[in-house]
């Protein structure tokens, strides 16, 4: 049995026996810029549209969003008295942000990695050199543009 099958069988068993608005769904597209997805429920293939990825539908950018991979497995929940689908949890996730004070955490990291990168020190036998693990940092700062989605 593969991985995906293993997470799809996990996420139904903990959708069972709970009231309908918990369900298993596949995403089928994903609107970074309107912070929803859509997906179908594994079991009757309707597709569900707007499925939002952060608590709130106001226009404050600012708290955590998980971006899931379109094709992955999600555990959605539906919002009583007809608000719509919300994202619990899922198999694999494309990117993230996490934002607060109007500063995003990727970017913040990034920003701090570049200055370590260009980082000299004065000393008496003149200016240090830029630190000799340089692509360690460079190798990092990658890594977190992936995770962001920068």
């Not at 994903?30 to 859509?38: I, P, W």
């Not at 990117?95 to 920003?111: A, I, P, R």
Request: aromatic share 6%; with cysteine; charged share 25%.
């Amino acid at each position: 049995m593969d991985i995906n099958q293993l997470i799809r069988e996990g996420l139904q068993e903990l959708a069972k026996g709970v009231a309908t608005q918990i369900r298993v769904a596949t995403v089928t597209a994903l609107y970074k810029d309107k912070v929803v997805c859509d997906a179908k429920f594994v079991d009757t293939e309707v597709e569900i549209f707007n499925i939002r990825l952060r608590a709130t539908d106001d226009e404050t950018d600012e708290g955590l969003v998980i971006f899931p991979k379109v094709g992955s497995f999600i555990l959605i929940a539906q919002i009583a008295n007809g608000g719509g689908w919300l994202l619990l949890m899922g198999s694999e996730y494309e990117s993230m942000t996490l934002k607060k004070g109007g500063k995003e955490l990727g970017s913040v990291l990034v920003d701090l990695l570049g200055a370590i990168k260009v980082l000299t020190v004065t000393t008496p036998m003149g200016e240090s050199k830029p630190p000799t693990n340089i692509n360690s940092f460079m190798q990092v700062e990658q890594d977190l543009k992936t995770v962001f989605g920068l």
